[in-house]
């Protein structure tokens, strides 16, 4: 993290401990959870607000319907037709998630996940998945499912509906 903190202006000191924060949106969320997951000890926090995550452990696992986002472009070794199955199934933050449950629990990372059920790219369906594999690893964390949100902008509800919409939560 030390060659991350002068380009971004990172400071754990700053905010009055030791271990940084990560926090990110779509891609930058999938990165955080990334990072987080893989060296829990350095972080104190992690939040991913509308991941892009394929909801699956190993690369056929995710259908045609998760995979909209890659025409968007991205590394082709992990977005894409041509890309690496065990290189994506080796960055995947829920894998990442089961290698190293323990080292997550034993830090006491902080982990906060949100997505919105409207999403045209599907995001909200690697977040439910994420959610569910870190139930079953015990791994405490907070989620939030927001009904009518589509990609980080309100829906419009159906008729009747109320336009706050609402939120499915799970905490850990």
């Given at each position: 993290m030390g060659w991350l903190q002068p380009k971004h202006r990172l400071s754990a000191g700053a905010l009055g401990h030791s271990k940084q924060h990560?926090?990110?949106t779509?891609?930058?969320?999938?990165?955080?959870l990334k990072l987080a997951f893989t060296r829990p000890h350095l972080f104190a926090a992690v939040a991913a607000k509308q991941p892009m995550l394929e909801p699956g452990l190993r690369d056929a696992d995710v259908g045609p319907r998760n995979r909209l986002h890659h025409s968007a472009g991205g590394p082709p070794q992990l977005i894409g037709p041509a890309r690496d199955p065990a290189l994506w199934e080796s960055n995947n933050p829920a894998s990442r998630a089961r290698r190293n449950g323990q080292q997550i629990r034993d830090s006491a990372l902080a982990i906060y996940l949100d997505a919105g059920d409207r999403d045209f790219l599907n995001a909200h369906d690697g977040a439910e998945?994420?959610?569910?594999?870190?139930?079953?690893l015990d791994l405490s964390h907070e989620y939030h499912l927001v009904e009518w949100l589509q990609s980080g902008m309100q829906g419009k509800p159906p008729s009747g509906a109320s336009s706050a919409g609402s939120t499915r939560s799970?905490?850990?």
């Open positions: 990560g926090a990110g779509s891609g930058g969320g999938y990165g955080a998945f994420l959610h569910r594999e870190l139930w079953t799970a905490r850990l």
